[in-house]
């Protein structure tokens, strides 16, 4: 911006075309003020926030209101993969990390962590070099007073998880999968709702899984789609994803070139050649199988953990509906299998909730899906 004003300023001419003059320069204007006006470059603010941020000398509020300025500078995806650059992401993790920051410090640390990582290949790839996922998890601990940490911890993680499978083989190696399991068991409900979805996204198949999926349980997919974008992670139940019509061969219609998607460098959609960069459906099925966390899924909806300040709450519907995504997406999607009991269980609680709300189609409005998904879920469960 700097830089464009003062062209304009140096080709400016008069009413007769003539060059105008330079002004003279003035010598009693305040830097500050000219940066107030015209505007600092984002890089600059990153690295005046980040130094005050490590600043262990300044007051705590000052500390804090840098990282939140920080974190809404790289809400912008450019200056997100700055950090890079910057080399800004070792001082960040070691803030997160150091016994000698504050509890609120290491809360606004996973906070621009989680922001800067989400929908993000690069910034992704550039933390993982760091192999955060232990710390990260360690945030989860019961140990952890403050429900607020805890949950921007999961933020973080599914940040850093979604569509990267090698952020997933780390959270395996470092026993990631029984952390989120107990936390599906938090005191508070929001953990427990963050974990849930969390899951949901790294189970959702992408094509080639699913049909893999379908072919090994003998059942027919319907036609594939054309698409090469990683799946969605929507919160409602995704049990059939759409088919794509094909044209008919004799036609001579092509799409126009407007209307033809644009597959941006630094996005999931760009890593389509490469489906083991975001693939996670895979190892995901295999811990919710061994690790259990099936059955606590289950357990979770079935015979809830109390919640609130003193316990007193039990049952949370945002709950109940991101753990039957989650088991839906296990059973219809995947033609996954439940042990007998588990099933009967769960069966046994979609039938007494669909004649409590009135039947699959006011059971399908309670949990926000389709009355066929409701349908699809009870046949998996015959």
Known sequence: MQSLLRWGIEHSTDANGNPTPP????????PAIIDEILGRPDSELLKENLAIALDEKRELDDRLQALDNFEMLIEHIDNANDLEKLKMWEPLHNLLTSDSSDDEIKRLVLWIVGTAVQNNPSAQTSYLALSPIP??????????????????????????????A????????????????????DSDITVRRKVAFLLNSLLIP?????????????????????????????????????ATSSPDSTSTNVRPPETVNVVHPNSHASMSADLGFFSTSADTRKALEEKGILKTLIDGIVSPVPHG????TEGDLDFEQKVISVLSTYLVSLHGQLPADQKAKLARFVREHSDQAGGDVHLGEKWGVATEDIVSLGRALT
């Open 135 to 164: 710390a990260l998890l360690s945030f989860l601990s019961p140990s952890i007073i403050s429900s607020k940490t805890r949950s921007k911890a999961v933020y973080a993680l599914s940040g850093l998880l979604k569509h990267n």
């Open 309 to 312: 300040p003193d316990g007193e």
């Open 166 to 185: 090698a952020a997933v083989h780390q959270l395996h190696d470092a026993d990631g999968w029984e952390v989120l399991k107990s936390a599906l068991e």
């Open 23 to 30: 002004a003279e320069t003035r010598k009693d204007l305040d």
């Open 206 to 242: 992408n094509e080639s899984e699913q049909q893999a999926a379908a072919a090994a349980a003998a059942i027919p997919t319907l036609a594939p789609s054309t698409s090469n974008a990683p799946p969605s992670s929507a919160t409602s139940i995704m049990l059939h994803p759409s």
